[in-house]
């Protein structure tokens, strides 16, 4: 179970989405003493904290935590606008195990998380999960992608937004759902930017480039046609 504590409705709505949709078990609370009973009930596996809430500072949080025996080794993360190095160094210093700045990719938060929980033991290490469509193969866990056997090297929103692709192929995404779960809703770079991002994709999944298929006036899809011809065979039985 991983507590998030944010005071932003949408952020904490969205994040808690985000989280439970890849089987991670969460819950949000708007303010320190929501979170405070919380604990008292149950102790998490995780803890995420906004550091500037209406009730107190995500960093007291943090040191009250570390100072009690029942949560002091409770994995946290901070999820803060607070962006400079001296905040890191603060935070990190003073006890957080990571830090993700706003705004952040969806997909990059809940694999931090999963760190997290591993951290805290509460994750078993499975043997690590490969998506494969056609000749293109993808690691997840290791952050690779094989095309034809050959190693493609991919930026970071490159291997993101592949993954969120390969991970539902035949499935049609707007370009708004994949800026917002890939690249973060406080995102202001415009749909464009999703364009982009599939044309460099393209050109380095060469001869696989149409396996990213373009759906006029919606968005994309990834394309699985041993999928779809055994669906077509099939259906003519």
Same mark, same amino acid.
């Given at each position: 179970?991983?507590?998030?504590?944010?005071?932003?409705?949408?952020?904490? %709505?969205?994040?808690?989405?985000?989280?439970?949709?890849? %089987?991670?078990?969460?819950?949000?609370? *708007?303010?320190?003493?929501?979170?405070?009973?919380?604990?008292?009930?149950?102790?998490?596996?995780?803890?995420? +904290?906004?550091?500037?809430?209406?009730?107190?500072?995500?960093?007291?949080?943090?040191?009250?935590? @570390?100072? *009690?025996?029942?949560?002091?080794?409770?994995?946290?993360?901070? +999820?803060?606008?607070?962006?400079?190095?001296?905040?890191?160094?603060?935070?990190?210093?003073?006890?957080?195990?990571?830090?993700?700045?706003?705004?952040?990719?969806?997909?990059?938060?809940? *694999?931090?998380?999963?760190?997290?929980?591993?951290?805290?033991?509460?994750?078993? @290490?499975?043997?690590?999960?490969? +998506?494969?469509?056609?000749? $293109?193969?993808?690691?997840? *866990?290791?952050?690779?992608?094989?095309?034809? #056997?050959?190693?493609?090297?991919?930026?970071? @929103?490159?291997?993101? +937004?592949?993954?969120?692709?390969?991970?539902?192929?035949?499935?049609?995404?707007?370009?708004?759902?994949?800026?917002?779960?890939?690249?973060?809703?406080?995102?202001?770079?415009?749909?464009?930017?999703?364009?982009?991002?599939?044309?460099?994709?393209?050109?380095?999944?060469?001869?696989?480039?149409?396996? $990213?298929?373009?759906?006029?006036?919606? #968005?994309?899809?990834?394309?699985? @046609?041993?999928?779809?011809?055994?669906?077509?065979?099939?259906?003519?039985?």
């Amino acid at each position: 179970m991983i507590y998030y504590v944010e005071d932003d409705d949408n952020i904490r %709505g969205l994040t808690l989405y985000a989280l439970r949709q890849q %089987g991670i078990e969460a819950e949000g609370f *708007s303010c320190d003493s929501e979170f405070k009973a919380a604990v008292a009930r149950r102790v998490p596996d995780a803890v995420l +904290l906004d550091i500037m809430l209406p009730d107190t500072d995500g960093l007291e949080i943090m040191r009250r935590l @570390r100072a *009690s025996t029942e949560t002091a080794t409770v994995p946290i993360m901070m +999820l803060t606008a607070k962006d400079t190095e001296l905040d890191k160094v603060v935070a990190l210093d003073g006890g957080a195990d990571d830090y993700l700045t706003k705004p952040f990719s969806l997909m990059e938060l809940t *694999s931090r998380c999963r760190a997290l929980l591993r951290r805290g033991g509460m994750m078993s @290490r499975p043997a690590p999960e490969m +998506l494969s469509v056609g000749g $293109i193969e993808l690691s997840p *866990s290791h952050r690779e992608v094989r095309v034809d #056997g050959h190693e493609l090297k991919l930026t970071l @929103r490159e291997f993101d +937004l592949l993954e969120y692709l390969m991970r539902k192929p035949g499935v049609v995404f707007t370009r708004e759902s994949l800026l917002q779960s890939v690249w973060g809703w406080d995102f202001d770079g415009g749909s464009r930017t999703v364009d982009v991002h599939v044309q460099t994709l393209r050109q380095k999944l060469g001869s696989h480039a149409d396996r $990213i298929e373009t759906v006029r006036g919606v #968005g994309y899809r990834l394309v699985d @046609r041993a999928a779809a011809d055994e669906a077509v065979a099939d259906s003519a039985e």
